[in-house]
């Protein structure tokens, strides 16, 4: 069992930056990959960005490349998404989960956190 808590989220302007940050319970942590998934309401749940248990490998959706990054600090049970450049598309809930499946679908991902809100000002 794993518990997951996002953190970090808030109200920036356009072009700012936040690091979202998602803690996790368990010993175990190092044995799962760790996406960041974001769902606007009336929207489904859209992948954004993963990285694989050791942290040697991402994933990201296009429209995040070059300005998200992720990372994790397995001694301290923790993933974090540097989000720089924010748009106000980029405005929604933000929810990081974990699973033994390193990849970009909902279903591959087992442990949901309760989600953090980005809101990005224009």
């Known amino acids: 069992q794993v518990q997951l808590v996002e953190s970090g989220g808030g109200l920036v302007q356009a072009g700012g930056s936040l690091r979202l940050s998602c803690a996790a319970s368990g010993r175990t942590f190092s044995s799962y990959a760790v996406g960041w998934f974001r769902q606007a309401p009336g929207k489904e749940r859209e992948f954004v960005a993963a990285?694989?248990?050791?942290?040697?490998?991402?994933l990201y959706t296009d429209s995040v490349k070059g300005r998200f990054t992720i990372s994790r600090d397995n001694a301290k049970n923790t993933v974090y998404l540097q989000m720089n450049s924010l748009k106000p598309e980029d405005t929604t809930v933000y929810y990081c989960?974990?699973?033994?499946?390193?990849?970009?679908?909902?279903?591959?991902?087992?442990?949901w956190g309760q989600g953090t809100q980005v809101t990005v000002s224009s």
């Open positions: 990285i694989s248990r050791s942290g040697g490998s991402t």
């Open positions: 989960a974990a699973g033994w499946i390193f990849g970009r679908r909902e279903d591959e991902y087992r442990y």
